[in-house]
């Protein structure tokens, strides 16, 4: 319960530090758009990367 308490902390400090707000970061750095996560995944499975 320490660790997870600990770690909500720190990810709380992360917002509070304007963590939270987009940036275009990963556009600049990859030349391409941020993808959300639910895109990510899907696009992913569609592809088979969890086929074992």
Request: aromatic share 8%.
């Amino acid at each position: 319960m320490e660790q997870t308490e600990a770690e909500i902390a720190a990810f709380a400090a992360l917002q509070g530090s304007g963590d939270g707000q987009p940036t275009d970061v990963v556009r600049r750095v990859t030349g391409r758009p941020a993808t959300d996560f639910e895109s990510y995944v899907k696009t992913a499975a569609a592809a088979g990367a969890w086929h074992g």
